[in-house]
């Protein structure tokens, strides 16, 4: 490269680091950059009326309370003539009081004299004593008609005596009646050992007020379970068939209190 240009090319850089940067670049011993300084710059929103307190003013004076007017003075008021005072009336004289007359006083009367009055017969009781001597005499009652009929009321309380025993036919309709109300469960073995015995008690009316298994039996009803399905089925007919029907009243002492045995080929009814 010529030297004529080098040197040329070398001013022009000198130049322009001269423009670019200024002289003091080349006299300061510790020369820094030079940084741009950041700005920030808060935005207020613009409105379009101002927000800015408003200068007080001055109070205008009151003005001073009109004077008030003095009064107008009143026309003299004319006095009225005092008037005449009323002349005197002559006093009325008032009538003399009337004396009062004596009242005259009632003559009494003289008592009658009072008649004495004559005895009446005693008509009643001489009426009553006519009646009862006209009267039949009273007829004894006859003793002899009484007797038949303590005989008869004695035939009728034999007839209805508590201590006979119910008939065969009464024992067979109670019968009937539980054996209709009465299911055997099945599927038990030994059927004809699974004999149930209940105590019933009975009401006047037919109802059976208890049922119970007799003593004897209430040790197996909790161990056996055959025969506890076989006594539950028969406390259920007792039940069932209340109120018991064509029970003879009058043998009530009879049938209030009775043991009933439920066996699966015959039930029999007994005290």
Same mark, same amino acid.
């Not at 009336?89 to 009367?109: G, M, R, S, T, Y």
């Given at each position: ?60 004076? !009151?003005? =001073?309370?009109?004077?008030? !007017? ?30 009062? !007359? ?30 009862? $001597? ?5 007829? $004894? ?12 009321? !004695? ?14 036919? $009464? ?39 208890? =049922? ?60």
């Amino acid at each position: 490269m010529p030297r004529g240009v080098a040197l040329s090319i070398g001013l022009h850089v000198g130049v322009f680091l001269i423009v670019m940067f200024g002289f003091p670049i080349f006299f300061e011993d510790d020369w820094e950059a030079v940084q741009p300084s950041a700005v920030s710059v808060e935005i207020v929103p613009i409105k379009d009326i101002s927000n800015l307190p408003t200068a007080k003013q001055p109070p205008k004076p !009151k003005a =001073a309370p009109p004077k008030p !007017k003095p009064p107008k003075p009143k026309p003299p008021t004319r006095k009225s003539e005092p008037k005449p005072p009323p002349k005197p009336v002559d006093a009325v004289p008032l009538p003399k009081p009337e004396k009062p !007359k004596p009242e005259e006083k009632p003559k009494e009367k003289e008592p009658e004299p009072v008649k004495q009055e004559e005895p009446e017969e005693d008509l009643f009781g001489a009426l009553m004593d006519k009646l009862a $001597e006209d009267a039949p005499p009273e007829e $004894e009652p006859d003793k002899t008609e009484k007797k038949p009929a303590e005989s008869s009321s !004695k035939t009728q309380s034999d007839r209805y005596d508590d201590t006979i025993p119910l008939s065969l036919s $009464e024992r067979d309709s109670i019968r009937s009646q539980f054996q209709a109300c009465w299911t055997m469960p099945a599927g038990a073995p030994n059927p004809e050992n699974l004999v149930v015995t209940l105590r019933v008690k009975v009401n006047p009316d037919g109802s059976v007020q208890q =049922a119970e298994l007799v003593p004897s039996q209430q040790g197996r009803y909790n161990s056996d379970r055959f025969f506890f399905a076989a006594a539950n089925s028969a406390l259920r007919a007792v039940q069932m068939c209340s109120p018991l029907r064509n029970l003879p009243p009058q043998k009530y002492d009879t049938w209030k209190d009775m043991e009933l045995n439920f066996d699966p080929t015959q039930m029999l009814v007994g005290r």
